[in-house]
């Protein structure tokens, strides 16, 4: 699958090369719909993905918080990172850096509560 990914993305590459000298906007066009093509590629790979997450959590009796802050965390990482590089792409580095900031105080804050609990649990073992 990765041999795919990697000569499909190689392709997109070289062809927006050529076009951004010409024709920026299509050069962006090509490659949104070339990394969307590669999402397709990985599609078999995350519903296996899917899977083992979802075997995992119920092998996790008594964790159900964690597993969902895990889960939920593994999403905001690949949404977040998807759509930086895509408006980077784009020639948009500012939204970019919006996109980081954001994913990085909503990954915090769906830690905060087990950081609480941790800090809780410290607290008791040393007092």
């Known amino acids: 699958m990765i041999p795919k990914v990697t000569a499909l993305c190689v392709a997109v590459a070289m062809v927006c ?11 962006t066009a090509v490659s949104l719909a070339g990394g969307l093509a590669a999402l397709a590629l990985l599609s078999t790979q995350a519903g296996a993905l899917a ?9 996790m009796r008594g964790g159900e918080d964690v597993s969902v802050v895990v889960l939920k965390g593994a999403g905001i990482t690949l949404l977040s990172e998807l759509g930086a590089q895509l408006c980077a792409d784009a020639g948009e580095s ?8 954001a994913s990085r105080i909503a990954m915090l804050g769906l830690c905060a509560p087990l950081l609480t609990d941790l800090a ?3 607290r008791e073992a040393l007092w």
């Open 17 to 27: 090369a050529m076009l951004r000298p010409q024709r920026p906007e299509l050069a």
């Open 120 to 122: 809780s649990l410290i």
């Open 94 to 101: 500012a939204m970019a850096g919006r996109i980081a900031l």
């Open 51 to 59: 899977r083992w997450a979802e075997s995992l959590s119920g092998l």
